[in-house]
């Protein structure tokens, strides 16, 4: 009986201790795998100087972290302010008198509403 205890026990142990070294190795390689993907998905000498949309600025931190972003001059956009409805309209924080608001097309627009002439 003590024979199969001892077996039982030095089998467990046999099984049970690679799998920390494997989850850290696995960890590390999809730790690698994805900064690649994030490095490749966003080439950050692209945007060096120029002022891009607050969604696109926060996927660049994500990947590259904000000493990295800062460094080439990245910034982002201080309003959702742009075209909406296939440049009929125009995102704004209220419309003006001579605009109605267009519900339909406003997802673009952030925490803005899109308006289009009357």
Not at 51 to 71: D, E, K, Q
Not at 90 to 103: G, Q, S, V
């Amino acid at each position: 009986m003590e024979k199969k205890y001892v077996l039982c026990v030095f089998f467990v142990v046999f099984l049970v201790s690679p799998a920390p070294i494997l989850a850290e190795a696995l960890e590390k390689e999809r730790e690698t795998e994805n900064k690649r993907q994030a490095q490749a998905l966003f080439p950050l000498r692209y945007y060096a100087g120029m002022t891009v949309p607050t969604s696109l600025f926060f996927a660049l931190v994500a990947a590259y972290g904000i000493h990295a972003v800062t460094r080439y001059y990245i910034s982002r956009a201080g309003k959702d302010s742009r075209s909406c409805d296939n440049n009929r309209g125009w995102c704004r924080a209220k419309c003006l008198p001579h605009e109605y608001y267009n519900n339909y097309h406003s997802d673009i627009c952030g925490s803005y509403c899109c308006c289009k002439p009357k």
